[in-house]
Structures are given as C-alpha cells and as structure tokens.
C-alpha cells in the first residue's frame, strides 16, 4: 500500500524532468507490522522504507534514514527544512524502544540528531517546520509520549524558538490544536535515571472513540480554562526588524509579549476516516521569497554534482564539527541544573542569541503560518445517504447519518470530491489573525471558559450550527473592537464577584461546540455535540 501511495505522489507532483514538488512523508504507527512496535535501527522495516521513499529522502540523509527513521529536506532551499521525525521511538506504546533518556536509545539519538541540525539551521539563518505522526499530547491524566521525549522536545522547542515555525502531527483523528507549558520543563525528568519513576499518568487508547475523545478534550479545556488571558497583554506588541524592550512593571504570565512561554502543536484529522476523510492545506507568508530559488531547480543543479562534494555533505549532516565538539564538551549542561539542583547529563541545546527576535512562531513575518483551508469528503452526501428529510444538497447535517444504512434499494452514489469545511481566515467564531501561538492561545483561552461573563460568544443558546458558513467580510474590522470592549465588561464584573462557584460540569459555549464540531469533521449533529460537551 505504502509503495502504491508514493508511486502515486511522484506521479501527482512530477513533470518531465522528475519529480518537481518535495514530498515528505514520516512514519505512523500503522506503516509497521507488528503495530505500533519498531526496534532501533538499522533493521529490515527502516530499509525497506528507504526504498519505498526513495524518491523523497534526500540522498546525503539515506544512510542517517537507514540508521533512524529521522531525515529532512530543504524544501525552500536556503530558507525552509521541513524536519520528518520518527515519533515511534517516542511512542510510548512502542515496546522495542524503552526512552530518550538513555543513549543507547534512539529516542535519545533523534534527540542529538535534530540538535545538531537545528543548530546548522540557525547558522545559516534558516527556519523549520517539524511534522511527525505520533503528537506530543498529554493532559494531566493521560500521554502518548514517554515522558523523557516529551521534556526533551519541549526543551528543545524552547531553546530552537527563533528556528522553529511550527509543528504538524496527526495519528489521532481529531482535528484540534496543543500548547506545551514551557513551565513543566524539568531537567531530572529527562535523565535516565528518571525513566525507573512510576508515572502519574496513563498511555492513551491507540483507537480513540467518540466517547474517549470527549474525554480527552475536556481535560484539554480543563486546562485551557486555568490560561492566561492574552487580552491582558495586548498592548505589549513587539514588530518584526524592530530591537527588543523590556516592559517595565507588572509581570507577563504569557513569556513576553509574543507568548513565548508556550509552544504550539496544530493536529489535522485523518485522510483514512474515522470520521470523514479530510485535507489540510496551509498558507505562510511568503514577503521576500518571491523571487527564491525553488526546491525542483535546487535539486537537479545538485545532481551534477561531484560524488566528494556530496559525500562532504553527507558527513556534516550527520555529526558537529570537531571544533564545535570540544567547545560544547566545556559548557556541557552549563548554567542548566534540574530541580534537584543538579546539572542535566546530557547537551542542552544552546538558546537564541542574545537580542535576537522572536521566531515566525510567535512573531509574524516571512514563513509565519498564516492560517489553513480544512477539506473534507463528506461521505453521506457522495454516498447519498442522507435523511429522506434533508435536501439533497444541504450538506450542513448530513454527519448525523454516519454509518447508517442506506435508504436506497440500490446505491446511488454522487462523484467523489472533497470540500471547504472551514477555513481559519474568515473563521467568525475563531476569529483567528494568524497561528501564532498568541492567536491560538487567545482562542484557547476563550474555549475554556464556561460562562456569560468569560465567554465572547455567548452560551450554546445563541449557536447556529451553520453560522460559520455565514461570513461577511466586514466583520474582520470589528473583531478586535469587540474582543477588547468584552474584555473591559470582564474585568468590570470580575471585580464584583462574590464567593459563588460554577458546579457542575462546563457549560458548552458557541466556541466550544465550534471546536467540537470541527474536532469530529462535522460527523455530529448540534444535539450530539450538546450531548458530548
């Protein structure tokens, strides 16, 4: 199937000179067999897919590829490197690998691969997209990563924040959004005597149902609901080109005034449906780029050339120059102590240069995420499915019919096409500028609350369930006029609270129902959504 599924990618976006569009696959967990369960490498399965994506792996990374799983290509040459991370070695359902603690371990060895790189990245002034399959979610009960992959990767997120433009996963099915709390980073939690603790919390289910989904978000608003509010921080702006200033007074709970103390992970849902099947296609911001060098025009001047000049290649990306060895041999863990007060036993990455901006991240400029178009197959309306009372192509409802039978003697099946579910830039409920982590944590904010007088939106009562379909455009210009006129009226009846306390479950919030319609691909209905919140 995997050897079907790349044969068609090169066909798709190959022209007459060869293959004309990076593609950059990754792992999941469901590619190996046993699943979930791949050994250190080398081995037989990392071979045979050095073969299968053979194509796509750039040939200066195959050895390193043979040897982990890990590789990336510079898909804007100069510019970009989309990173592949093969996140079954930090799976913690994968019982051939024990952490990233250890370095005999390959979780640890990705670990100083990808520090390595980021740091040439950073020398060369470049930027990264890290994507994988498995994501780093974890709740305060539940995680699909061992907990030594989990601090290193946020460490690492943290001290590569000026690289880093984001990070993409998938393997859940549900289409939602992570913040790592920087807070949470703990260096004894990293070393490898920390790996013999008992963990205070649980491997998550390999297949999530509706109903454990449901769980699994709520923990994750449980702990939206205790963020900070951003609104409380919007007049720290800082722009792109322009020098760093301190604030003087007051304490910022976010890192500063672009929320650097939190890291993003966005989660798209599944091509291969437990709902519907689904695509997303994301747009960056591409000032300055117009006129660079495309990664196809790159690619085949490389072909030409010499065996030694790729072979030299070959070997800076796979260790640190000598020099560079010797000078992080001297400040191995300096100034960095775990809780316990002492210093971490392996290589901290280093962190950004001393007044160095904020990276696309977290401050908008070339290669910030602008935002992203959901697609998705709605199988009922091709499958002609629906409800005898819905018209034909009314697809608002149409998830509510998911599974049934059909109500026709015969199939009578419509032409298969995916489309628009939602898209973030005209979002009315997101109301989402970019996916900066400030953004995102603005809307996670708002998707914790549980109230009238914390919510922007209101209670489910006031929720259309086609309302986002129902967008005017001049509506973006009042957006930030009304976000910052509610948030005065908050901070006028926090004053005046009393010592009542909401019992009782969340109350569902328009946003919230919003997030819970999109975190199932519009496979349930406005009531099951109710039911579910």
Request: charged share 30%.
């Amino acid at each position: 199937m995997n050897q079907r599924i790349a044969e068609s990618f090169l066909k798709t976006f190959s022209d007459d000179k060869g293959l004309a569009v990076p593609v950059v696959p990754t792992f999941g967990n469901n590619d190996i067999y046993p699943h979930n369960i791949l050994l250190p490498g080398p081995n037989k399965i990392l071979k045979t897919y050095t073969d299968v994506w053979s194509n796509f792996i750039p040939e200066e990374q195959r050895h390193s590829f043979e040897f982990g799983g890990w590789f990336y290509v510079e898909v804007i040459p100069g510019r970009l490197a989309v990173f592949s991370l093969n996140t079954l070695y930090f799976f913690d359902r994968n019982a051939g690998v024990d952490d990233c603690a250890h370095p005999s371990e390959p979780g640890y060895k990705q670990f100083e691969w990808l520090r390595i790189q980021l740091q040439f990245l950073r020398d060369r002034g470049m930027k990264a997209i890290l994507m994988g399959h498995v994501p780093p979610a974890r709740t305060p009960g539940k995680q699909l990563w061992d907990e030594t992959c989990w601090q290193k990767y946020t460490l690492w997120l943290q001290q590569y924040r000026d690289v880093i433009v984001g990070s993409l996963y998938g393997h859940m099915n549900i289409d939602h959004f992570l913040l790592q709390d920087t807070k949470d980073i703990d260096y004894s939690l990293m070393e490898a005597q920390s790996s013999g603790r008992p963990n205070v919390r649980v491997s998550m289910e390999e297949e999530l149902s509706a109903e454990s989904s449901k769980d699994y978000l709520m923990e994750l608003r449980e702990d939206w609901a205790k963020l900070p509010d951003v609104r409380e921080h919007d007049n720290d702006v800082e722009e792109f080109g322009k020098k760093k200033h301190k604030k003087k007074g007051g304490k910022n709970k976010i890192g500063g005034p672009n929320a650097e103390r939190y890291q993003l992970t966005l989660i798209s849902p599944s091509i291969v449906p437990n709902y519907f099947p689904s695509l997303r296609v994301f747009e960056y911001n591409i000032t300055g780029l117009e006129d660079t060098t495309t990664w196809a025009d790159s690619i085949r001047v490389s072909e030409k050339k010499s065996p030694l000049e790729q072979d030299t290649r070959e070997l800076e990306l796979r260790r640190e120059p000598t020099m560079d060895l010797e000078k992080k041999k001297k400040n191995k863990g300096k100034g960095k102590k775990g809780k316990g007060g002492k210093s971490p036993d392996f290589q901290v990455p280093d962190p950004p240069a001393k007044g160095a901006l904020p990276g696309p991240a977290y401050l908008p400029q070339p290669l910030t995420l602008r935002g992203f178009t959901q697609y998705y197959a709605n199988l009922t309306h091709i499958n002609n499915m629906a409800a005898d009372n819905l018209d034909g192509d009314d697809t608002s409802e149409l998830g509510r019919d998911i599974g049934k039978p059909p109500k026709h003697d015969k199939p009578k099946p419509r032409e298969f096409e995916f489309q628009v579910e939602y898209t973030t830039f005209d979002d009315k409920i997101y109301k989402l500028k970019d996916l900066t982590v400030k953004s995102v944590l603005r809307l996670a904010h708002r998707i914790g609350q549980t109230s009238d007088a914390q919510s922007e939106e209101g209670l489910v009562e006031d929720w259309d369930d086609n309302e986002h379909d129902e967008y005017d455009d001049s509506d973006n210009d009042e957006d930030q006029e009304e976000l910052d006129s509610e948030f005065e009226t908050d901070k006028k009846k926090k004053k005046g609270k009393g010592k009542k306390k909401h019992k009782g479950h969340k109350k569902n919030t328009k946003v919230w129902l919003h997030f819970l319609r999109h975190a199932f691909v519009s496979t349930r209905s406005k009531k099951e959504l109710e039911d579910l919140g």
